[in-house]
């Protein structure tokens, strides 16, 4: 079983909403409460672009394209962060990625796909 496994994407219309997940399953909660927590998305023959970040004070900053529509929280009891995804675009298609910035841990993804 990967140790960052993604969730929650899946083909939505233009203006919908949808909500990923990002579980650590072997982090134990000191070192989830200590990392920094981000959520990057690719696009094919694009470089990985951050989508959205979350520090051990929960102290957030988002990419300038998402900015007053996504939300990125955390759970620290259940190890888990969440990027809240709404008044999607068709620009924001791609595959989502969480990565945990101490251990330097990425997941396998998650595809989101927007029509118009």
């Known amino acids: 079983q990967a140790q960052v496994q993604e969730s929650g994407g899946g083909l939505v219309q233009a203006g919908g909403s949808l909500r990923l997940s990002c579980k650590n399953s072997r982090i134990i909660l000191s070192t989830f409460w200590a990392e920094t927590i981000s959520w990057y998305r690719q696009t094919p023959g694009n470089q990985r672009e951050l989508v959205a970040r979350i520090t051990n004070d929960d102290s957030t900053n988002y990419g300038d394209s998402v900015k007053g529509r996504f939300t990125i929280s955390k759970d620290n009891g259940k190890k888990t962060v969440y990027l809240q995804m709404n008044s999607l675009r068709p620009e924001d298609t791609g595959v989502y990625y969480c990565?945990?910035?101490?251990?330097?841990?990425w997941g396998q993804g998650t595809q989101v796909a927007v029509s118009s």
């Open positions: 990565h945990f910035g101490l251990s330097d841990s």
